[in-house]
Protein backbone atom coordinates (compact mmCIF):
# COMPACT_ATOMS: atom_id res chain seq x y z
CA UNK A 1 0.00 0.00 0.00
CA UNK A 2 1.36 3.47 -0.60
CA UNK A 3 2.37 5.23 2.73
CA UNK A 4 3.50 8.88 2.49
CA UNK A 5 3.32 9.66 6.32
CA UNK A 6 7.13 8.99 6.86
CA UNK A 7 8.14 11.50 4.09
CA UNK A 8 4.81 14.21 4.79
CA UNK A 9 2.49 15.39 7.37
CA UNK A 10 -0.67 14.17 5.72
CA UNK A 11 -2.96 15.31 7.97
CA UNK A 12 -1.87 18.68 7.86
CA UNK A 13 -1.66 18.66 4.39
CA UNK A 14 -5.00 17.09 4.00
CA UNK A 15 -6.57 20.01 6.75
CA UNK A 16 -4.70 22.19 3.95
CA UNK A 17 -6.64 20.81 0.66
CA UNK A 18 -9.97 21.17 2.64
CA UNK A 19 -9.48 24.88 3.79
CA UNK A 20 -8.52 25.67 0.30
CA UNK A 21 -11.64 23.76 -1.30
CA UNK A 22 -13.50 25.81 1.35
CA UNK A 23 -11.87 29.14 0.86
CA UNK A 24 -12.18 28.59 -3.32
CA UNK A 25 -15.63 27.71 -2.42
CA UNK A 26 -16.59 31.05 -0.60
CA UNK A 27 -14.68 33.26 -3.20
CA UNK A 28 -16.41 31.59 -6.22
CA UNK A 29 -19.56 31.30 -4.74
CA UNK A 30 -20.09 34.01 -2.62
CA UNK A 31 -20.06 36.63 -5.80
CA UNK A 32 -23.00 34.74 -7.53
CA UNK A 33 -24.53 34.09 -4.14
CA UNK A 34 -24.13 38.09 -3.50
CA UNK A 35 -25.86 39.16 -6.81
CA UNK A 36 -28.46 36.69 -6.30
CA UNK A 37 -29.17 38.77 -2.68
CA UNK A 38 -29.02 41.99 -4.17
CA UNK A 39 -30.92 41.31 -7.62
CA UNK A 40 -34.13 42.28 -7.07
CA UNK A 41 -33.12 45.62 -5.55
CA UNK A 42 -31.44 46.40 -9.06
CA UNK A 43 -32.77 49.66 -10.61
CA UNK A 44 -34.42 48.46 -13.77
CA UNK A 45 -34.80 44.44 -15.84
CA UNK A 46 -32.07 46.04 -18.01
CA UNK A 47 -30.12 45.88 -15.09
CA UNK A 48 -30.72 42.49 -13.83
CA UNK A 49 -30.23 41.16 -17.30
CA UNK A 50 -27.01 42.28 -16.73
CA UNK A 51 -26.22 40.77 -13.71
CA UNK A 52 -27.38 37.69 -14.45
CA UNK A 53 -25.33 37.49 -17.53
CA UNK A 54 -22.00 38.08 -15.82
CA UNK A 55 -22.76 35.37 -13.25
CA UNK A 56 -24.29 32.58 -15.68
CA UNK A 57 -21.31 30.88 -17.12
CA UNK A 58 -19.52 30.66 -13.79
CA UNK A 59 -22.23 29.45 -10.90
CA UNK A 60 -22.64 25.96 -11.11
CA UNK A 61 -18.62 25.18 -11.91
CA UNK A 62 -18.20 27.34 -8.66
CA UNK A 63 -20.13 24.71 -6.73
CA UNK A 64 -17.35 22.38 -7.79
CA UNK A 65 -15.20 23.37 -4.74
CA UNK A 66 -17.92 22.89 -2.24
CA UNK A 67 -18.46 19.41 -3.42
CA UNK A 68 -14.93 19.18 -3.06
CA UNK A 69 -14.37 19.78 0.60
CA UNK A 70 -17.42 17.58 1.70
CA UNK A 71 -16.13 14.90 0.14
CA UNK A 72 -12.38 15.32 1.60
CA UNK A 73 -13.84 15.91 4.81
CA UNK A 74 -15.52 12.22 3.87
CA UNK A 75 -13.07 10.66 2.79
CA UNK A 76 -9.76 11.91 4.94
CA UNK A 77 -11.45 13.04 8.04
CA UNK A 78 -14.35 10.54 8.67
CA UNK A 79 -14.29 11.10 12.65
CA UNK A 80 -15.12 14.45 12.44
CA UNK A 81 -17.41 13.90 9.42
CA UNK A 82 -19.45 11.12 11.92
CA UNK A 83 -19.25 14.48 14.54
CA UNK A 84 -19.98 17.63 12.19
CA UNK A 85 -22.93 16.54 10.34
CA UNK A 86 -25.18 15.29 12.84
CA UNK A 87 -24.60 18.21 14.68
CA UNK A 88 -25.30 20.31 11.59
CA UNK A 89 -27.55 17.93 9.99
CA UNK A 90 -30.52 20.54 9.92
CA UNK A 91 -28.68 23.90 8.39
CA UNK A 92 -27.53 21.48 6.17
CA UNK A 93 -29.93 20.21 4.62
CA UNK A 94 -31.40 23.39 4.69
CA UNK A 95 -28.29 24.84 2.53
CA UNK A 96 -28.93 22.40 0.17
CA UNK A 97 -32.26 22.24 -0.72
CA UNK A 98 -32.11 26.48 -0.85
CA UNK A 99 -29.16 25.85 -3.68
CA UNK A 100 -31.01 23.41 -5.66
CA UNK A 101 -33.93 25.85 -5.63
CA UNK A 102 -31.82 28.62 -6.30
CA UNK A 103 -30.45 26.63 -9.38
CA UNK A 104 -33.62 25.56 -10.43
CA UNK A 105 -34.41 29.25 -10.42
CA UNK A 106 -31.43 30.51 -12.63
CA UNK A 107 -32.42 28.01 -15.10
CA UNK A 108 -36.19 28.38 -15.17
CA UNK A 109 -35.65 32.56 -15.37
CA UNK A 110 -33.97 32.43 -19.10
CA UNK A 111 -37.49 30.44 -20.22
CA UNK A 112 -39.97 32.25 -18.56
CA UNK A 113 -42.09 35.28 -20.20
CA UNK A 114 -41.82 38.28 -18.03
CA UNK A 115 -44.43 37.55 -15.87
CA UNK A 116 -43.35 34.33 -15.01
CA UNK A 117 -39.46 35.79 -14.83
CA UNK A 118 -40.43 38.05 -11.78
CA UNK A 119 -41.43 35.21 -9.60
CA UNK A 120 -38.39 33.56 -11.02
CA UNK A 121 -36.66 36.00 -9.88
CA UNK A 122 -37.47 36.31 -6.49
CA UNK A 123 -37.15 32.58 -6.30
CA UNK A 124 -33.60 33.19 -7.18
CA UNK A 125 -33.23 36.05 -4.49
CA UNK A 126 -34.81 34.04 -1.83
CA UNK A 127 -32.30 30.95 -2.31
CA UNK A 128 -29.55 33.03 -2.33
CA UNK A 129 -30.37 34.37 0.82
CA UNK A 130 -31.01 31.47 2.73
CA UNK A 131 -28.65 29.60 1.06
CA UNK A 132 -25.90 32.04 2.42
CA UNK A 133 -27.62 32.74 5.55
CA UNK A 134 -27.20 28.93 6.26
CA UNK A 135 -23.56 28.57 5.56
CA UNK A 136 -23.25 31.27 8.18
CA UNK A 137 -25.08 29.63 10.40
CA UNK A 138 -23.30 26.53 9.93
CA UNK A 139 -19.56 28.15 10.25
CA UNK A 140 -21.60 30.10 13.61
CA UNK A 141 -22.72 26.37 14.98
CA UNK A 142 -19.09 24.78 14.24
CA UNK A 143 -16.70 27.79 15.44
CA UNK A 144 -19.10 28.27 19.15
CA UNK A 145 -18.23 24.04 19.78
CA UNK A 146 -19.53 21.11 19.30
CA UNK A 147 -20.94 18.59 22.13
CA UNK A 148 -18.70 15.59 22.28
CA UNK A 149 -18.52 12.17 24.21
CA UNK A 150 -16.56 9.88 23.72
CA UNK A 151 -15.41 10.89 20.03
CA UNK A 152 -19.51 10.87 18.88
CA UNK A 153 -21.71 13.49 18.60
CA UNK A 154 -23.47 14.16 22.44
CA UNK A 155 -25.53 17.24 21.47
CA UNK A 156 -29.40 18.02 20.24
CA UNK A 157 -30.08 18.45 16.86
CA UNK A 158 -30.71 22.00 17.55
CA UNK A 159 -27.36 23.18 19.25
CA UNK A 160 -26.43 24.68 16.50
CA UNK A 161 -29.11 27.81 16.89
CA UNK A 162 -27.89 30.47 18.67
CA UNK A 163 -27.01 34.17 19.14
CA UNK A 164 -23.56 33.41 18.10
CA UNK A 165 -24.46 31.07 14.86
CA UNK A 166 -27.17 33.92 14.02
CA UNK A 167 -24.96 36.98 14.03
CA UNK A 168 -22.65 35.03 11.54
CA UNK A 169 -25.59 33.84 9.79
CA UNK A 170 -26.26 38.07 9.17
CA UNK A 171 -22.81 38.69 9.04
CA UNK A 172 -22.05 36.12 5.85
CA UNK A 173 -24.97 37.81 4.38
CA UNK A 174 -23.15 41.04 4.27
CA UNK A 175 -20.29 39.74 2.82
CA UNK A 176 -21.77 37.93 0.45
CA UNK A 177 -23.63 41.10 -0.84
CA UNK A 178 -20.07 43.11 -1.21
CA UNK A 179 -18.53 40.57 -3.00
CA UNK A 180 -21.46 40.55 -5.05
CA UNK A 181 -21.83 44.08 -5.45
CA UNK A 182 -18.07 44.61 -6.01
CA UNK A 183 -18.39 42.14 -8.58
CA UNK A 184 -20.84 43.73 -10.69
CA UNK A 185 -18.94 46.77 -10.33
CA UNK A 186 -16.28 44.89 -12.05
CA UNK A 187 -18.84 43.35 -14.64
CA UNK A 188 -20.83 46.05 -15.71
CA UNK A 189 -21.10 49.65 -16.36
CA UNK A 190 -23.44 52.79 -16.58
CA UNK A 191 -26.55 52.68 -14.50
CA UNK A 192 -25.94 49.24 -12.93
CA UNK A 193 -22.07 49.93 -12.09
CA UNK A 194 -23.64 53.34 -10.24
CA UNK A 195 -26.06 51.28 -8.66
CA UNK A 196 -23.28 48.63 -7.57
CA UNK A 197 -20.80 51.71 -5.86
CA UNK A 198 -24.00 52.30 -3.59
CA UNK A 199 -24.61 48.76 -2.26
CA UNK A 200 -20.48 48.62 -1.81
CA UNK A 201 -20.11 51.68 0.56
CA UNK A 202 -23.48 50.43 2.65
CA UNK A 203 -22.30 46.61 2.67
CA UNK A 204 -18.40 47.32 3.72
CA UNK A 205 -20.12 49.29 6.70
CA UNK A 206 -22.24 46.18 8.19
CA UNK A 207 -19.17 43.86 7.19
CA UNK A 208 -16.33 45.51 9.36
CA UNK A 209 -19.02 45.97 12.07
CA UNK A 210 -19.72 42.39 11.89
CA UNK A 211 -15.81 41.18 11.51
CA UNK A 212 -15.10 43.65 14.40
CA UNK A 213 -17.72 41.79 16.90
CA UNK A 214 -16.73 38.53 15.62
CA UNK A 215 -13.06 39.37 16.84
CA UNK A 216 -14.35 40.41 20.04
CA UNK A 217 -16.88 37.80 20.82
CA UNK A 218 -14.44 34.67 20.38
CA UNK A 219 -12.02 35.93 22.28
CA UNK A 220 -13.78 36.96 25.58
CA UNK A 221 -15.64 33.48 25.62
CA UNK A 222 -12.95 31.08 24.80
CA UNK A 223 -9.86 31.80 26.95
CA UNK A 224 -7.66 29.64 24.46
CA UNK A 225 -8.53 31.61 21.67
CA UNK A 226 -7.90 34.96 23.70
CA UNK A 227 -4.44 34.29 25.12
CA UNK A 228 -3.50 32.84 21.33
CA UNK A 229 -4.24 36.38 20.07
CA UNK A 230 -3.17 38.51 22.73
CA UNK A 231 -0.45 36.62 24.66
CA UNK A 232 3.42 37.79 24.01
CA UNK A 233 5.51 37.49 21.29
CA UNK A 234 2.49 36.08 19.11
CA UNK A 235 0.38 39.49 19.36
CA UNK A 236 3.25 41.71 17.58
CA UNK A 237 2.49 39.56 14.42
CA UNK A 238 -1.27 38.72 14.48
CA UNK A 239 -2.14 42.19 14.64
CA UNK A 240 -0.95 42.77 11.48
CA UNK A 241 -4.23 40.65 10.82
CA UNK A 242 -6.80 43.86 11.76
CA UNK A 243 -4.44 46.26 9.90
CA UNK A 244 -4.68 44.57 6.87
CA UNK A 245 -8.20 44.24 7.10
CA UNK A 246 -8.38 48.22 7.74
CA UNK A 247 -6.32 48.11 4.74
CA UNK A 248 -8.57 46.50 2.40
CA UNK A 249 -11.83 48.64 3.34
CA UNK A 250 -9.65 51.51 2.35
CA UNK A 251 -9.10 50.11 -0.81
CA UNK A 252 -12.36 49.13 -1.44
CA UNK A 253 -13.70 52.61 -1.09
CA UNK A 254 -11.19 54.65 -2.99
CA UNK A 255 -11.68 51.87 -5.82
CA UNK A 256 -15.02 52.54 -5.82
CA UNK A 257 -14.39 56.63 -5.12
CA UNK A 258 -12.15 56.87 -8.09
CA UNK A 259 -13.91 54.18 -10.69
CA UNK A 260 -10.93 51.76 -10.03
CA UNK A 261 -13.51 48.66 -11.17
CA UNK A 262 -10.98 45.71 -10.06
CA UNK A 263 -9.82 47.03 -7.15
CA UNK A 264 -13.19 46.80 -5.14
CA UNK A 265 -13.35 43.22 -5.40
CA UNK A 266 -10.07 42.08 -5.22
CA UNK A 267 -9.68 44.17 -1.89
CA UNK A 268 -12.83 42.05 -1.04
CA UNK A 269 -11.27 39.31 -2.23
CA UNK A 270 -8.56 39.36 0.19
CA UNK A 271 -10.80 40.75 3.17
CA UNK A 272 -12.22 37.17 2.87
CA UNK A 273 -8.88 35.23 2.85
CA UNK A 274 -7.94 37.30 5.89
CA UNK A 275 -10.99 36.26 8.01
CA UNK A 276 -10.42 32.88 6.99
CA UNK A 277 -7.33 33.05 8.33
CA UNK A 278 -8.03 34.55 11.49
CA UNK A 279 -10.78 32.02 11.78
CA UNK A 280 -7.70 28.97 11.26
CA UNK A 281 -5.39 31.00 13.79
CA UNK A 282 -8.76 30.55 16.30
CA UNK A 283 -9.72 27.57 15.83
CA UNK A 284 -6.05 25.44 15.01
CA UNK A 285 -5.46 22.66 15.90
CA UNK A 286 -8.91 21.24 15.79
CA UNK A 287 -11.04 20.47 12.87
CA UNK A 288 -13.70 19.86 15.56
CA UNK A 289 -13.56 22.97 17.57
CA UNK A 290 -11.79 22.01 21.18
CA UNK A 291 -13.06 18.44 20.86
CA UNK A 292 -11.19 16.73 17.85
CA UNK A 293 -7.95 17.63 16.66
CA UNK A 294 -6.98 17.16 12.83
CA UNK A 295 -4.66 14.46 14.35
CA UNK A 296 -7.40 12.60 15.74
CA UNK A 297 -9.58 12.54 13.36
CA UNK A 298 -7.31 11.45 10.28
CA UNK A 299 -7.96 8.23 8.32
CA UNK A 300 -5.28 5.65 7.89
CA UNK A 301 -2.23 7.14 6.43
CA UNK A 302 -2.37 4.47 3.00
CA UNK A 303 -6.27 6.09 2.83
CA UNK A 304 -4.73 9.75 2.98
CA UNK A 305 -2.03 8.98 0.46
CA UNK A 306 -4.37 7.16 -2.18
CA UNK A 307 -6.59 10.13 -2.03
CA UNK A 308 -3.84 12.74 -2.58
CA UNK A 309 -2.59 11.28 -5.77
CA UNK A 310 -6.24 11.60 -7.20
CA UNK A 311 -6.10 14.95 -5.78
CA UNK A 312 -2.56 16.12 -7.33
CA UNK A 313 -4.08 15.59 -10.82
CA UNK A 314 -7.91 16.63 -9.93
CA UNK A 315 -7.23 19.73 -8.18
CA UNK A 316 -5.09 21.43 -11.11
CA UNK A 317 -7.51 20.78 -13.71
CA UNK A 318 -10.28 22.58 -11.88
CA UNK A 319 -8.26 25.46 -11.30
CA UNK A 320 -7.40 25.18 -15.22
CA UNK A 321 -11.01 24.92 -16.27
CA UNK A 322 -11.92 27.71 -13.75
CA UNK A 323 -9.17 30.00 -14.67
CA UNK A 324 -10.17 29.39 -18.68
CA UNK A 325 -13.83 30.17 -18.14
CA UNK A 326 -12.96 33.62 -16.73
CA UNK A 327 -10.33 34.22 -19.34
CA UNK A 328 -13.02 33.36 -21.75
CA UNK A 329 -15.71 35.15 -20.36
CA UNK A 330 -13.55 38.41 -19.08
CA UNK A 331 -14.28 42.07 -20.10
CA UNK A 332 -17.63 43.95 -19.29
CA UNK A 333 -21.32 41.58 -19.01
CA UNK A 334 -24.09 43.42 -21.48
CA UNK A 335 -27.76 42.35 -21.23
CA UNK A 336 -28.02 39.84 -23.78
CA UNK A 337 -28.62 36.11 -22.75
CA UNK A 338 -25.15 34.37 -23.33
CA UNK A 339 -25.92 31.16 -20.89
Known amino acids: MIDFSPYINLPLVWGVIIAF ?63 ILPALYIPVLLMLLALVFRGVSFEFRFKAGPKGRKM ?35 GSDFDWLSAYSFMTGIGLVAGYVLLGSSWVFMKTEGATQRWSKKVIRYSLIYVMF ?15 VFTRWF ?46 VGLLVSIWPYIVPRAITFAEAAAAPQSQSLMLIGVVIIVPVILAYTGYSFYVFRGKSKAENIY
Not at 47 to 76: H, Q, Y
Not at 210 to 224: C, D, H, N, Q, R
Not at 242 to 270: H, Q, W
Request: aromatic share 18%; proline share 6%; glycine share 10%.
Open 21 to 83: AVMMYVFLDGFDLGVGIIFPFAPSEDCRDKMISSIAPFWDGNETWLVMGGGGLFAAFPLAYSV
Open 120 to 154: WDLAFHFGSLFATFMQGMILGGLVQGINVSGKSFA
Open 210 to 224: FMGLVSIWMPYTEPE
Open 231 to 276: SWPTITYLMSIPVMVIACAYFINSGVKEMRDKEPFFATLFLFFLGF
